[in-house]
């Protein structure tokens, strides 16, 4: 879910400034593998890293690996552990210095996903909604994917910028900085809750304009593609337009000040698109609507520093989503939270987190669950109705070095699945980052 991006590179070529790049390794300052202070467990390779990335190319090798044990409660009851893990690989270029042309870069990433998650226990298998999820990291299936392999050209000193290619749709809308393990706490909300709106590690072939009209103001638009055949494990690497949908339109006005030296984020946006959806009521499933917009914002504040340090201190935080008409599974989203950066003299670099979050099923939804529960189907296995689930989360992220962190937390769930039958569940819950 989480990629870093990659480097830069300048001369008349690849193999060149390669070439070059090896001549002045020399003068690059090196990290050591496993050296604590390096941001990468492998180190700078002798000083290569660097040269690469001070050349034009920069590289990132990432690991995330969550780890969800059942405490009590939940659908089965059963104390069970499961873990998910991603790797992400990509790079990023310069392409000034590569091949010359003014603010362009071009950026690749390829995702890795892997393992199973406690929700498979924890909520109800007939719920037609399904709720938050304990693993972020785990979703998609277990496969290799193109996430992003896009090209951004800046024009007027970064005042306007145009993006294109394959595109998350949070690599650009809904973003927050997040190091807590259950979904809900994440970025990119409306692609959890909204139809038709892929997060990482999906991507769509996707345009996406932003202009700076001040220093601390932005707007956005983007058009993101949809295709179900995104979503299918085979097509991963997959590039094709045939069996496109419609179109997603997602908008967003932010406002990042600076006050104090405290460091925020203000953002609104709305989306739309043109694509038929199940519509939820007393009808069958069948029934589909065109109804699809929502709205939805992120704020991000630090509130305090330490000792005058503004890398250290409290930053409070709440993100918001509804989603119109029938054809919404999740009507109503809020989150509220606060995390700490640097809580400890003994520990600076430390960091930790507590959060809530709400998820409200739409009535429709029951209105299909009692029409669906009186056909024979339904009284022979009836559907559960649903209402709203509850989501907490407090963790504590020990950075070992730059490279490592390993950030248990425990997450309460309240009604999971919103399936208010279902026992709440306590989850303890471990994520380990690393960078190469």
Do not use: C
């Not at 990432?62 to 009590?72: C, F, H, K, P, S």
């Not at 659908?75 to 990023?92: L, P």
């Not at 999740?330 to 959060?355: H, N």
């Not at 309460?412 to 279902?422: G, K, L, R, T």
Request: charged share 15%; net charge negative; hydrophobic share 35%.
């Amino acid at each position: 879910m989480i990629s870093r991006t990659f480097g830069r590179l300048r001369a008349g070529g690849a193999p060149l400034v390669i070439i070059g790049s090896f001549l002045i390794a020399g003068t690059a300052h090196a990290y050591s593998a496993f050296a604590p202070d390096s941001p990468y467990m492998f180190g700078d390779w002798g000083g290569e890293r660097t040269a690469l990335e001070d050349a034009g190319v920069a590289f990132s090798f990432d690991y995330v690996g969550e780890a969800a044990t059942i405490l009590d409660g939940g659908y089965r009851d059963s104390h069970v552990t499961k873990y998910a893990d991603q790797f992400a690989v990509g790079a990023n270029v310069d392409l000034d210095k590569l091949v010359g042309i003014p603010d362009a870069e071009f950026q690749i990433t390829m995702v890795n996903r892997n393992g199973h998650t406690a929700n498979d226990r924890l909520s109800d298998p007939d719920a037609t909604v399904g709720g938050s999820n304990v693993q972020e990291v785990q979703g998609r299936g277990p496969v290799t994917r193109l996430t992003q392999f896009w090209y951004r050209q800046r024009f007027f000193d970064d005042a306007l910028a145009i993006k294109l290619g394959r595109i998350p749709f949070g690599d650009d809308f809904a973003t927050i900085d997040s190091n807590f393990q259950n979904l809900a706490f994440g970025g990119a909300q409306p692609g959890n809750w909204g139809n038709n709106i892929y997060n990482w590690p999906i991507s769509q072939w996707a345009a996406v304009i932003r202009t700076n009209f001040a220093s601390d103001w932005y707007a956005q638009v983007g058009a993101f593609n949809i295709n179900d055949s995104n979503l299918e494990n085979d097509n991963g690497f997959d590039l094709r337009t045939s069996g496109t949908e419609g179109t997603l339109f997602p908008m967003e006005l932010g406002y990042t000040p600076t006050l104090n030296g405290m460091e925020g984020a203000y953002k609104l946006g709305f989306y739309t698109q043109n694509v038929e959806n199940r519509a939820y009521g007393d009808g069958p499933a069948t029934e589909t609507s065109d109804t699809n917009t929502g709205l939805y914002y992120v704020v991000q504040q630090q509130v305090t520093t330490r000792g005058g340090n503004p890398d250290r201190g409290l930053t409070l935080f709440s993100m918001g989503n509804a989603n119109h008409g029938d054809t919404a599974g999740i009507d109503r989203y809020l989150s509220v939270g606060a995390t700490y950066e640097g809580p400890f003299d003994a520990r600076p670099q430390d960091d930790a987190g507590i959060g809530l979050a709400y998820l409200h099923v739409n009535d429709d939804v029951n209105d299909y669950v009692d029409y669906y529960n009186a056909t024979p189907a339904g009284l022979s296995s009836p559907l559960p109705r649903q209402g709203h689930e509850y989501d907490a989360e407090i963790y504590y992220s020990f950075n070992l070095t730059n490279y490592l962190a390993l950030r248990p937390n425990l997450q309460y769930v309240v009604n999971p699945s919103a399936v208010d039958s279902v026992d709440n569940a306590w989850v303890a819950g471990t994520t380990i980052q690393a960078s190469f």
